[in-house]
């Protein structure tokens, strides 16, 4: 019992007197019946778990609710630590106006950029299996393509030089009551999208057309649609039940549990945002899932039968070495962040129309945040570093043979933030 302080053990006490827990069981068991299992030490310890983990929900619930009244965020949150659900919980509506239709575990968001990281999984999955080489060029698979020396590396790490197809569209696509389709990406491109902005794999770029390309390999190879593919290689083995890609001609969208998007102006207030022609593009944007089936994904990235150990490392891999200057990359599908030396967070986030989300993997500590906003007015980076906080000012006082990560007091730091703004949105709503 060396380890646990006299504050442990009262807090301990006062557990077992006024929360449920079989210990309250064993005492009222016959004495003849009573057989200890498992040492004081670990009945203790798991107690002491417990109450940490109460604590933490009862901070981060606290810090949320007080956000949320103050009209910070309208959406789900979840944390999680090595696989265990620590926080999970809806704020606000999806009719934001009027205040009605509250969010529900259910109920399905537009994901945004976020979806990047399940296009790149389905480029990573037939990889797996031997159809692609991530060294090709992309021109190999589809003959189309407008250039020569771009590889399906380049796309994934957002290194190929190419013009965003969004900027493109914006000034020339004829008719903006007609979805642009992927199919109308190399067209556009070799008419207005002649030049690369530089010579692939010399420098990161983030641009959209990169994963749209991405969405169209995955077509190409496998031999079916995009959201055919991921419905039967992800979606449905992984048990993600509301999440889904966009498609206009689907018959059925219209009965999905589908989230309001809204934007603020001061003149009008909330008003809601509807798709466009734009959003007839997926890969880099487009799927609609909840916190609770993003946590599947994010679990399943764990396990070796879903993904090798492999190909996640290499997915987690940065294009270029991470140290105290360059602390900041992209993967394959994920931004990547050196928080200390030795320490990689993958994340990725979301921007579009309405809707703002996040998902951090922190693999190396295990622990998950996905937050889904319906709003795209707030920005969310300064609670995500408090919620860290809370969780690692409990973690202090819990005995472990680990040394503790230092917390990361600005997620995504001010430079990156601007940097992301200067290569992604320009005037587009778009991360």
Request: glycine share 6%; hydrophobic share 35%.
């Amino acid at each position: 019992m060396k380890h646990f302080s006299a504050s442990v053990l009262l807090l301990v006490f006062g557990i077992m007197l006024f929360t449920p827990f079989p210990w309250n069981k064993v005492q009222s068991c016959p004495q003849e019946d009573f057989v200890v299992t498992e040492s004081e030490e670990e009945i203790l310890r798991a107690l002491y778990e417990k109450a940490l983990d109460s604590a933490k929900y009862a901070r981060i619930d606290q810090l949320l609710t007080h956000v949320y009244k103050r009209g910070g965020f309208s959406g789900q949150v979840l944390l999680a630590e090595k696989g265990k659900v620590l926080y999970d919980r809806c704020f606000g509506f999806s009719n934001i106006r009027a205040g009605r239709d509250s969010i529900l575990p259910e109920s399905s968001f537009q994901l945004a950029s976020l979806s990047k990281p399940f296009t790149a999984t389905a480029v990573m999955l037939l990889y797996q299996q031997g159809k692609i080489d991530l060294n090709a060029p992309v021109k190999e698979y589809l003959p189309d393509f407008p250039f020569d020396n771009i590889t399906v590396t380049h796309l994934l790490q957002h290194r190929s030089g190419l013009k965003n197809y969004i900027y493109l569209a914006d000034n020339y696509w004829p008719d903006k009551k007609k979805y642009l389709r992927n199919t109308d990406l190399s067209p556009l491109l070799a008419r207005y999208g002649k030049t690369l902005d530089f010579k692939p794999g010399t420098r990161f770029k983030y641009c959209n057309t990169n994963y749209a390309y991405l969405a169209l390999l995955v077509e190409k190879i496998s031999g079916q649609s995009f959201p055919e593919y991921f419905a039967e290689n992800i979606a449905e083995p992984l048990g993600m039940q509301n999440t889904f890609l966009f498609d206009p001609q689907d018959p059925q969208m219209s009965d999905k549990k589908v989230v309001n998007g809204y934007s603020y102006s001061r003149r009008t207030g909330f008003y809601k945002r509807y798709p466009d022609y734009l959003d007839g593009v997926l890969g880099d944007k487009g799927l609609f899932s909840t916190a609770r089936d993003i946590f599947l994904f994010d679990q399943a990235l764990y396990r070796s039968d879903f993904l090798a150990d492999s190909i996640i490392e290499l997915m987690f891999t940065p294009a270029e070495e991470l140290n105290p200057k360059h602390d900041n990359d992209y993967g394959m599908g994920f931004r990547i962040r050196q928080d200390t030396v030795g320490h990689h967070t993958v994340f990725h986030n979301g921007w579009w129309k309405g809707f703002r989300t996040y998902f951090i993997h922190d693999y190396q500590c295990q622990r998950t945040v996905i937050w889904l906003n319906n709003r795209s007015d707030v920005t969310i980076n300064p609670y995500i570093s408090k919620i860290f906080e809370i969780v690692d000012s409990s973690q202090l006082h819990l005995p472990s043979p680990e040394p503790m990560i230092a917390k990361d007091e600005h997620f995504v730091a001010d430079s990156v933030s601007r940097q992301i703004v200067e290569e992604t949105y320009g005037s587009q709503e778009q991360e």
